[in-house]
């Protein structure tokens, strides 16, 4: 078993460019997502012994990772630019967000006898993270000081989850179709036909060539599409080291709201300052923590731990997603949404803006793509906020 801190790093980087090379070459590992690849190689690392279920290195990426990480990415929302989601994907990403807060309380609800007295600070982290974000997951966990044996097995709980939701979004919008893989896109091109176009490299950038041209939404979380000046990393590591600092002591002088709050709030107010929009390479390099956090939180998801812990974390997850799917689909169906929108918004809140982009590409909805991210930038914003309301009404509810 590798031990030492910096192996484990390297290692976890290792899996990142493993997940990117996967996700650049091969269609399946291209519709699973370099995300939740990185996370399923790091659990099999850790399952079979490679890695260890604990270390000094997820313990970084958790603490300082997680918060610079969650800076650089909220620095890329543009609150003007989520509107290019559109009334259809923002009402469907807005079903899911419902459904998984539904779906929070409800599983919190039913399994308060079964997980213990500190089930409540599980529906915090379970609202952010299918809201979307295994950033808001870990920082509303250390907000809410949920015990690190709940933690680790809803880790292990949500990883599992997540793999199986992402099939079923793939496989969903095909049963509604009733056409099979060779199902019309909204553009007209069949999925197989706009699949097999995207399979150019539609994740990595092929805008990202130095034409001084701002890369698309979906490529800038992987190229900045020019040459990224040493001043602009510069600034971007003085502004998300300020943030976490300054969020700290806000925190500390006004313990009102947790420092994640304060946080998400101080950087979308900074994000919208112009000289902060020209900075590039933020997303990139926050997806590229996003991916390392990732990829550790596969290597902590030791399936040994939910048996440890006890099968009512899994559930928790499960009845959590179970529901959102419920309401995105049903009410969506119902206010006429169409099944791929539906699909995508769905990977947007429970896997994220990557594996909204996965989806996308990965079933042909081309004309998906850049709304799907868009709306699972908004999810990374919104996340922290829903799940520190579900988690307080949780907390009144089950009386702890």
């Not at 790091?42 to 313990?59: K, R």
């Not at 690190?148 to 989850?161: G, H």
């Not at 902060?276 to 990829?295: D, E, H, R, T």
């Not at 990557?354 to 990374?380: E, F, I, K, N, Q």
Request: aromatic share 8%.
């Amino acid at each position: 078993m590798i031990s030492d801190p910096l192996a484990v790093f390297l290692a976890l980087a290792v899996v990142v460019l493993v997940a990117l090379e996967l996700e650049a070459r091969f269609p399946l590992f291209r519709a699973l997502g370099s995300a939740l690849v990185g996370i399923l190689i790091g659990m099999l690392l850790s399952n079979t012994g490679v890695l260890p279920g604990e270390s000094e290195a997820y313990q970084l990426l958790m603490g300082p990772g997680v918060s610079i990480g969650v800076v650089l990415i909220l620095l890329s929302v543009d609150m003007g630019s989520v509107r290019q989601a559109g009334p259809k994907m923002l009402g469907a990403f807005g079903f899911g967000a419902l459904g998984t807060a539904i779906g929070a309380l409800v599983g919190g609800l039913s399994l308060a006898g079964m997980i213990g007295p500190d089930t409540w600070k599980l529906t915090g982290p379970f609202t952010g993270t299918y809201t979307r974000g295994g950033l808001n997951f870990a920082a509303l966990a250390q907000a809410f000081d949920t015990p690190s044996e709940l933690f680790t097995a809803a880790v292990a709980a949500d990883v599992i989850v997540t793999a199986l939701w992402m099939m079923t979004c793939l496989v969903v919008p095909l049963l509604f179709s009733g056409r099979g893989v060779a199902s019309t896109t909204a553009s007209g091109t069949t999925e197989g036909e706009s699949a097999s176009a995207g399979d150019e490299r539609t994740t990595a950038g092929d805008d990202s060539e130095d034409t001084g041209a701002s890369p698309s939404l979906a490529h800038s979380l992987y190229s900045s599409g020019k040459a990224v000046p040493i001043a602009d990393t510069a600034a971007l590591v003085v502004i998300s080291v300020g943030v976490v600092w300054l969020s700290g002591v806000i925190a500390g002088a006004v313990p009102v709201l947790p420092s994640i709050l304060w946080l998400t709030t101080l950087t979308l107010i900074i994000a919208q300052i112009p000289a902060v929009k020209s900075l590039s390479g933020g997303a990139m390099w926050g997806n590229y923590l996003i991916l390392l956090f990732l990829a550790s939180n596969g290597a902590r998801s030791v399936v040994a731990n939910i048996v440890e812990v006890g099968p009512g974390v899994f559930y928790f997850a499960l009845i959590t997603v179970s529901i959102h799917g419920l309401v995105i689909f049903g009410l969506g169906r119902a206010a006429g949404i169409d099944t791929p929108t539906l699909a995508v918004a769905s990977q947007a809140a429970i896997g994220g803006p990557a594996s909204a982009m996965a989806l996308a590409s990965a079933r042909g909805y081309t004309d998906r793509l850049l709304p799907g991210v868009a709306a699972g930038l908004l999810g990374y914003a919104a996340g922290n906020y829903a799940g520190f309301a579900v988690a307080a009404l949780a907390r009144v509810l089950m009386g702890a």
